[in-house]
C-alpha cells in the first residue's frame, strides 16, 4: 500500500493561516441611498461581522469576532440591528476597538449592529443622481458609478472635523468605473485638492455629452494600474497645478485639459507615454518609458535616475528639461543615432528621435578663477547665475562663496561640494533647492520664492534665516535646521516617507523631515488661511504666535482669515516658551480663527504658558484622543480654558494651573516627581474613556483642587482609579467653602483657611485613603462638615492621620500590613469605627472615641487619661496599653486578646473587662484591680 503525502507551498500554508487567524469579512455591496457626506449620510445602515458591547460611562466601543479596521471609517454611525443610534465613529483602533464621539446612552452586551458608512472591504455604487462629499480619509475595495439618467458627483470637500487626516482622500483598492450616462448627463468625481488612488480606472462614455469627468485642481489623482477608456466623453482635466500619477498603461483616448503648473508622472516601470498634451511631464520610478507619438511639452520635461527615455523616431518639444536632479541647457537631447546636440546614454534611449528644450539654462561652478560667486570666469559660459538660471555647484577646489546679494532659479550642491554664504549677505531662490554637500551660511538669508517647488537633497541643510515668499506651497523632502523661518506669503510642505509638516492651504503628502528653531526664534504661522501641519516630524521653536483674523498684534492679518498649527500622528512639536492665541478680538476669545490641532498620536511639548492673550485666553484647542499635550517648564505654568480630549501630561514641580475645561486622561509626574497640578478653580472634567477607564493618572506629585462648587462629580474628578501610593490631592480653597469627593486617594490633604466657610465631606460613600490624611484647614465660624462619609484607610505600608481632632463620621481601618498612625484624637462617637483582621492603628497618646465598633485588627494605645479609649465596648481584635512611661488606665469592656506593655507604670483596671481569649500582662508589667473590678479571662 502507498501513502500519498501532500505537501502545501509556503504561500498556501500562510494563507491558511490568515484565513484561520483573522475574523472572516464579508464585503458589502452598498449603494448610496441619498445626497450627502461620504462619512455617513449617504449611504445605507449596513450589518456588519460580529457583536459589539458599549457601556454608558465610555465612548469605547468593544467587538467580538469583529472587523472594524475593514469595515468602519471615522465618521460612521453605529446602529443597533432595530435602527437605533448607538453613535458616531471618531477613530478605529483595531479590529475590536473603535471610540465613538459620545457615550451611548444604553449599555448593551454582545448585539448585532450596522454602520451607516462605508469601509475597507465594501464594494461601493455610487446612485444615479447622488451628489457625495468625501469629508475625511476613506478606503473601499471598488466604487462604480451606476448608468446615471441624472447628473451624478462625488467632490472631495474639507476634512472632516472628526477624522485624524488633514486633506480628504479615497483609495479605491480595486477597480473604479463610470457608467455611460444617458440623456446628456455626466458623472463627474471632483478630486480638487483632495488625494484619489485608484488600483485600476474604467471610463466607459462614448459620446460627447454624456460624460465621465475627472477634474483636478491642486490635488492629486494616482492610478497604479490600468487605465482604460471609451472613445468620446471621457475627460480628464486640470484646472490647477495638481497631480496625475499613472502606474500601468493607458487604453483609449480620453479628452486631456492642461493648466499651467499641472503635472503628469508615470511612475510604473516599462510604460508607454500617450500622446496628451503635457505641461508638465516626469518619467519616474524605472523602466523604460517608451513615447507613441509626438508630443509637446509647455512646461518641464523631467527624467528621473534610473529611467531611459525611448523617444521613438519623433521630435518632440519641451520647454525645458531635467535629467535626474539637475536642469539642462536649452538644445536638442537624445541617445545614441539621434543626431542630437547633447547625446546623453544614461537617460535616452538609443532612438532617431530627440527632444528639442526650447529654454533653460545649466550654469555651473567651475572656481577656475577664484571662490567669488560673483566673478564670471568662475561660471561655465562666463556669466553670473541671474533669477533664470538653474546651478549646478560641483566638488572642485575652489568652492564658492556668496558675497554680495545673489540669485539663480534651481540650485543643486553635489556631492561632496561646499556653498559659504559671507556674513548676513542674501541668496534669492526662485526654484528647486537640492543639496547633496554642504551649505555654510553665515548670518545669511536663502529666500524662495518659486511656485510649487522643493527643498530637498541627501544632506540635512542648515540655513541661518530662510525667507519663503511664495504665493503657493513649497515641499520639503529632506531635513532643515535654522535660526528662523519666517513665511511671508503662503506655504511650505515636507514630503516623502510619512508625515512631517505643512505651511500653507493646500494639503500635499508629508513627510518624516525636521525644522528646528533656536531658542531666540519665533514662529509665527500664518497669517492668511495658514497652516503648519507636523506630521512624523519634530517642530522646535520658542516663542509661539498663532494669528487668526486682525486683533493688533503681530503679525496683523484680515477678517475671517485663519491660522493653525497642527501636530498628526507621530509628529512632536517643543514649544520652549509660550503658545500665544490672536483671535479676532478681545471680547470673541473663543473664535477658532487661530487653532492649535493635536491630532491622534501626535505631541505637543510646552515650558512656557499655553494659549495666553495677554491677561486672557483665546483661539480654539482640537484634539484627538490618542493625542498628548505636555507641561515640562521649569516654572509655574497656565493654560488657559480648553477641553483636551487626548493625555495631558504634567512634569512640572512648580506647577500647572488649569483654566478649566474636559480632559480626557491627565497624567500627573511620570518622569519628574513632585510634580503639581492646580486646577486653576475651575472644574477639570476627566473623561476617562479608554479602555481600562484610567480617569487620573496621578503618577507622582500633588492634584490641587482649587474648585468650590460641587456638581454631580464635585470639584475632583470622578471615579479615580490609578492614583499612585505617594502621591496627594490637596483640596486647598482660601476662604471659600468646598465639598471633598468620595473617592480613592492615595494622600489626602485638606488645607487653607475657610474662615467662616466650610469644607464639605460627602453626605455618604467611603473616602479611600491609601497614604497619609491630613487636616491643615482653619476656621473662625465655619468648621468641617463630616455627616453620612465613611473614611477607609486602606493602604498596604504605613499610614498617618491627622482630622486636627475634628470628629469623623465612620472610620474603617482596612491595611492588611502596615501601621496607621493616629497624630491627633479618632472621634467617631456620632458614627462608627471599624478594622479588619491583621491591620494596626496606633493611637500613641491620642484618644480614641468611637460609637458603633467592629474591631478585628490591632489597636495600641499609650494615652495615660482615665478613658483612652471608650469605655463599655466590645473589643475584637487585639487592644494594646503600651505607654512608654506612666501608668494607664484599662478600660471596661470586652476584649478578645488584652495586652498590658506598659513596663514603667501601674496599669489600672478601671472596671468590670471580660478577656475572651487572651491576657497577656507582659513581662515586668504591673497590674492593679483595685475595689475588687471583675477580671474574666476566657482560657
Given amino acids: 500500500m502507498k501513502t500519498k503525502c501532500l505537501f502545501l507551498s509556503r504561500a498556501v500554508l500562510i494563507a491558511l493561516i490568515f484565513i484561520f487567524s483573522f475574523p472572516m469579512v464579508k464585503a458589502a455591496s452598498i449603494t448610496s441611498n441619498a445626497s450627502g457626506l461620504w462619512s455617513s449620510t449617504a449611504w445605507p445602515s449596513t450589518l456588519r461581522t460580529g ?34 443610534s448607538i453613535g458616531i465613529v471618531t477613530s478605529v483602533t483595531d479590529d475590536t476597538h473603535l471610540y465613538l464621539m459620545f457615550r451611548p446612552s444604553s449599555a448593551l452586551t ?19 443622481g447622488a451628489s457625495i462629499t468625501i469629508d475625511g480619509q476613506y478606503t473601499v475595495a471598488s466604487l462604480t458609478f451606476a448608468a446615471a439618467s441624472a447628473n451624478t458627483t462625488v467632490t472631495m470637500g474639507i476634512s472632516n472635523p472628526i477624522s485624524t487626516c488633514n486633506a480628504s482622500a479615497l483609495t479605491v483598492t480595486g477597480n473604479m468605473s463610470m457608467a455611460v450616462p444617458t440623456g446628456t448627463h455626466n458623472c463627474t468625481f471632483a478630486v480638487g485638492r483632495g488625494t484619489l488612488t485608484l488600483g485600476s480606472l474604467t471610463m466607459n462614455a462614448t459620446t460627447s455629452g454624456n460624460n465621465n469627468i475627472i477634474t483636478i485642481s491642486t490635488g492629486v489623482l494616482t492610478v497604479t494600474g490600468a487605465i482604460t477608456t471609451g472613445t468620446t466623453g471621457c475627460q480628464i482635466t486640470f484646472s490647477n497645478a495638481g497631480l496625475f500619477n499613472i502606474g500601468g498603461s493607458v487604453t483609449g483616448t480620453p479628452s486631456f485639459t492642461k493648466v499651467t503648473g499641472c503635472t503628469v508622472n508615470y511612475n510604473g516601470g516599462a510604460q508607454t507615454v500617450n500622446s496628451f498634451g503635457y505641461d508638465n511631464l516626469t518619467l519616474s520610478s524605472s523602466g523604460t518609458k517608451t513615447f507613441a507619438a509626438l508630443t509637446a511639452i509647455s512646461g518641464a520635461l523631467t527624467i528621473n535616475d534610473g529611467v531611459v527615455a525611448a523617444l521613438g523616431t519623433f521630435s518632440h518639444t519641451a520647454n525645458r528639461l531635467a535629467l535626474g536632479s539637475v536642469s539642462q541647457n536649452a538644445g536638442t537631447w537624445g541617445g545614441t543615432g539621434s ?42 559660459g562666463g556669466a553670473v547665475p541671474t533669477t533664470t538660471s538653474d546651478v549646478f555647484i560641483p566638488n572642485v577646489t575652489n568652492k564658492p562663496v556668496i558675497g554680495a546679494a545673489a540669485m539663480c532659479h534651481d540650485l543643486t550642491i553635489g556631492d561632496g561640494a561646499t556653498l559659504t554664504v559671507s556674513g548676513s549677505n542674501t541668496l534669492g531662490v526662485s526654484g528647486n533647492w537640492t543639496n547633496n554637500g554642504t551649505l555654510t551660511p553665515g548670518t545669511g538669508t536663502v529666500t524662495f520664492s518659486g511656485i510649487q517647488k522643493t527643498i530637498s537633497g541627501s544632506a540635512t541643510t542648515t540655513f541661518y534665516n530662510v525667507v519663503v515668499t511664495s504665493t503657493a506651497d513649497y515641499t520639503m523632502n529632506s531635513n532643515i535646521s535654522c535660526n528662523k523661518f519666517t513665511l511671508e506669503a503662503s506655504g511650505l510642505t515636507l514630503a516623502g516617507d510619512f508625515h512631517a509638516f505643512t505651511f500653507g492651504t493646500s494639503n500635499p503628502v508629508m513627510s518624516a523631515g525636521t525644522v528646528v528653531l533656536d531658542a531666540t526664534g519665533t514662529l509665527y504661522p500664518g497669517p492668511i488661511l495658514s497652516k503648519l501641519a507636523v506630521g512624523g516630524g519634530r517642530l522646535t521653536t520658542n516663542l509661539i504666535q498663532i494669528t487668526g483674523a486682525d486683533q493688533g498684534a503681530p503679525p496683523v492679518v484680515t477678517a475671517n482669515d485663519i491660522s493653525m498649527l497642527e501636530v498628526s500622528k507621530g509628529g512632536v512639536i517643543n514649544c520652549n516658551g509660550n503658545l500665544e492665541f490672536y483671535p479676532t478680538n478681545a471680547d470673541q476669545k473663543q473664535k477658532e480663527d487661530a487653532m492649535l490641532r493635536v491630532d491622534d498620536g501626535g505631541t505637543f511639548n510646552i515650558t512656557g504658558d499655553f494659549g495666553m492673550y495677554f491677561t486672557g485666553r483665546g483661539g480654539n484647542l482640537q484634539s484627538g484622543p490618542g493625542s498628548t499635550i505636555h507641561f515640562k517648564g521649569s516654572g509655574l505654568q497656565m493654560m488657559g480654558s480648553y477641553g483636551f480630549n487626548g493625555i495631558f501630561r504634567v512634569n512640572n514641580t512648580h506647577g500647572v494651573t488649569w483654566g478649566g475645561g474636559n480632559i480626557f486622561d491627565l497624567l500627573i509626574g511620570d518622569s519628574l516627581a513632585g510634580s503639581v497640578y492646580y486646577d486653576g478653580g475651575d472644574l477639570t472634567t476627566i473623561n476617562g474613556d479608554n479602555f481600562e477607564v484610567i480617569q487620573l493618572d496621578l503618577v507622582s506629585g500633588t492634584y490641587f483642587v482649587n474648585r468650590t462648587k460641587s456638581n454631580q462629580s464635585g470639584p475632583f474628578p470622578w471615579l479615580v482609579t490609578n492614583i499612585s501610593q505617594g502621591t496627594t490631592v490637596n483640596y486647598n480653597v482660601v476662604n471659600l467653602a468646598q465639598s471633598v469627593v468620595a473617592d480613592n486617594y492615595a494622600n489626602l490633604i485638606i488645607s487653607g483657611n475657610r474662615f467662616a466657610n466650610n469644607a464639605t465631606l460627602p453626605s455618604s460613600g467611603t473616602i479611600g485613603v491609601s497614604g497619609d490624611y491630613t487636616l491643615t484647614a482653619t476656621f473662625s465660624t465655619g468648621n468641617l ?35 496607621c498612625t493616629a497624630l491627633n484624637a479618632i472621634n467617631t462617637a456620632s458614627g462608627s ?48 496599653y503600651n505607654a512608654a512611661t506612666g501608668g494607664q488606665t484599662i478600660v471596661a469592656g470586652t476584649y478578645y486578646n488584652l495586652m498590658m506593655g506598659n513596663t514603667s507604670g501601674l496599669q489600672t483596671v478601671a472596671g468590670n473587662i471580660n478577656v475572651q481569649h487572651a491576657l497577656d500582662v507582659g513581662a515586668g508589667g504591673n497590674f492593679t484591680n483595685p475595689s475588687g473590678k471583675v477580671v474574666t479571662v476566657g482560657l
Avoid at 56 to 68: P, R, Y
Avoid at 110 to 128: C, E, N, Y
Avoid at 797 to 811: C, E, L, R, Y
Fill in 51 to 84: 457583536t459589539i458591547s458599549v457601556t454608558t460611562v465610555s465612548k469605547v466601543i468593544t467587538g467580538s469576532g469583529t472587523a472594524f479596521l475593514s469595515e468602519i471609517s471615522p465618521g460612521n454611525i453605529i446602529y443597533t440591528t432595530g435602527g437605533t
Fill in 110 to 128: 454582545a448585539i448585532s449592529f450596522k454602520s451607516q458608512g462605508v469601509g475597507a472591504v465594501d464594494d461601493v455604487t455610487i446612485a444615479s
Fill in 339 to 380: 543626431g542630437a546636440t547633447n547625446i546623453n546614454t544614461t537617460y535616452f534611449a538609443a532612438n532617431t528621435g530627440k527632444v528639442t528644450a526650447a529654454a533653460g539654462t545649466c550654469t555651473q561652478w567651475t572656481g577656475g578663477t577664484n571662490t567669488a560667486w560673483s566673478t564670471t570666469t568662475n561660471w561655465i
Fill in 785 to 819: 462638615i463630616t455627616t453620612g462619609s465613611t473614611f477607609d484607610f486602606n493602604g498596604t505600608g504605613a499610614q498617618s492621620i491627622n482630622n486636627a481632632g475634628k470628629p469623623f463620621n465612620n472610620v474603617t481601618i482596612s491595611n492588611p500590613t502596615g501601621i
Fill in 833 to 880: 469605627f471599624s478594622s479588619v483582621a491583621g491591620s494596626t492603628l496606633d493611637m500613641g497618646t491620642n484618644l480614641l472615641t468611637v460609637g458603633t465598633l467592629s474591631h478585628l485588627g490591632t489597636l495600641k494605645t499609650q494615652n495615660l487619661t482615665s478613658a483612652p479609649i471608650t469605655t463599655g465596648k466590645t473589643w475584637g481584635g487585639t487592644v494594646i
